[in-house]
Structures are given as structure tokens and as C-alpha cells.
């Protein structure tokens, strides 16, 4: 009798003790699958949401942007002074201030009634922006700052002899509400100190120094759109527009004899 009780206590025991390791395990699972989702970087929605998420992945060969384009310089601009403005309380002990560049001197010149004709600054200095960075970020920065600076008078040389420059100059405008306008949702989607900024600051610090990235497997989701989500096969675009003429023609019939 007395060895049956302690066949049924040892039983029971390990039953718990089975139950235990079962639930601790399932909570292992959802623990792990909730903070791999958080350390997704979401960028749904966003104006540069593949270039976001490649830099995230570290697949810099999928870029389009590269590191010594200026629209990489504003985009890295923009991400420091956002992140300065939005998680200030998360930076480290040694973070650094973003410094502004602005006129200390100008050289005004004027006509004989007195009246202004030009305005060129002769001497600049660096003011504190009231917004502060990661060190190491912020030393990258400035590399690829000081690669813009070299590049300077080639970068306006080419604004003033390309003949598509007025559009250019409208598509950079675009591009600049873009960005504004991802800074402000970025940072509403994905959490300061959360595993998937820091995953994206290590990138973007890698691809302005032009040095290997920390590589994830799974590829972007944007760079499997563009491999599968579009037409395959020769297509006739002018037959396209021909049928998209047509169709709208009927609009401007319609609309003619409504207002007639």
C-alpha cells in the first residue's frame, strides 16, 4: 500500500513538473515571436520604405541610393535631427550636438539708388542646433558630409548644364516632403529603444562608412515585389496609352456635353 502512495506521488510530481516545462516553453515561443515582431522595422507607407528596410536588412547591394548621392545626405540628416527630436531621452551619456551651419558675413552690393542687388555670405560658422546624436552616428555623418563638400562645385556645374535640371529640381521637392513626412511616422511606428532602430543605426552607420553590413537571410519585401509583383513578357505601351486616351476621351465628350 504505502508503495503504491509513492508510485502516485512520484507520478503526480512528474506530471507537474511535465506540465511546467510545457507552459514555460509556450511562453518561451510567444516571448520570442512577439519581440522578433517588434524587431521588425516597419516602414509601410513610407516615401523611402525600401531604402529604410534594405539599410535595416543590410542588403546595401539592393540600394539605389548610394552613399555618395545627396539625396543620402538629407535622408541622414533628416533621421539624426528626428531621432534627436523624438527620443532625446535614449541617446548615450556621451552623445554630441548637431551643429548648423549658418551665414556669419555677408558681402552686400548695391546699385546707385542704393538698392540691393545681391546678398553672398564670405565667412560662415557652426551654431549648436539644440538637438544632440549618437557619437559614432554622427562621426559618419561627417564623413559623408565631407564627401558632399569635395564633390561641390562638380554638384553645381552639373545642376547648371543639365538640361532636365528644372525637374530635377521639382523631383528633389517631392523627394524633401517625402522624407519630412517619413521622419514623423518612423518614429510613431517603431519604438526609440526598440531592437529594430538600433539594428537600423548600426546599418546606416556601416553604409556611410562604406564597410560590410550585419547581413539578415530573409530578403526585403520590397525587393521580392519588384522580382514577382510586376508584368513579365514584352509589353506595348503604346498601346497602353492609346487605350487610356481612349477611355479618358470619353470623360471629355461627356464633360462637354454636360456643360454644353
Known sequence: MKLSVQIFRLFLISFIWLLFVSLSSN????????A????????????????????????FENLEIKRDDMIFLTIFDK?????????????????????????????????????????????YTWVGSGLFAKPELY???????????????????DMITNPNSMGNSVDMIHKTKGLNNDMVKLFQMNA??????????????????????????????????KKTGGPTGAQNFNKLIDNLVY??????????????
Open 27 to 34: 511562453d518561451s515561443q510567444n516571448f520570442d515571436s512577439a
Open 247 to 260: 477611355d479618358q476621351a470619353k470623360t471629355w465628350a461627356f464633360n462637354k456635353y454636360t456643360a454644353g
Open 192 to 225: 526609440c529603444n526598440g531592437e529594430a532602430l538600433k539594428r537600423f543605426d548600426e546599418n546606416l552607420e556601416l553604409f556611410a562608412r562604406n564597410k560590410t553590413s550585419i547581413r539578415m537571410q530573409q530578403a526585403s519585401k520590397y525587393t521580392t515585389m
Open 79 to 123: 533621421y539624426l535631427r528626428a531621432y534627436g527630436g523624438n527620443c532625446d531621452r535614449y541617446l548615450p551619456a556621451d552623445k554630441v550636438e548637431i551643429m548648423n551651419q549658418v551665414c556669419k558675413t555677408e558681402e552686400v552690393t548695391t546699385n546707385g539708388w542704393g538698392d540691393v542687388v545681391s546678398r553672398v555670405c564670405v565667412e
Open 36 to 59: 522578433l515582431d517588434e524587431a521588425e522595422l516597419k516602414t509601410d507607407g513610407l516615401y523611402f520604405a525600401e531604402f529604410y528596410d534594405n539599410i535595416y536588412r543590410g542588403h
Open 139 to 157: 562621426d559618419a555623418y561627417a564623413v559623408v558630409d565631407q564627401i558632399q563638400r569635395s564633390k561641390g562645385l562638380n554638384t553645381m556645374m
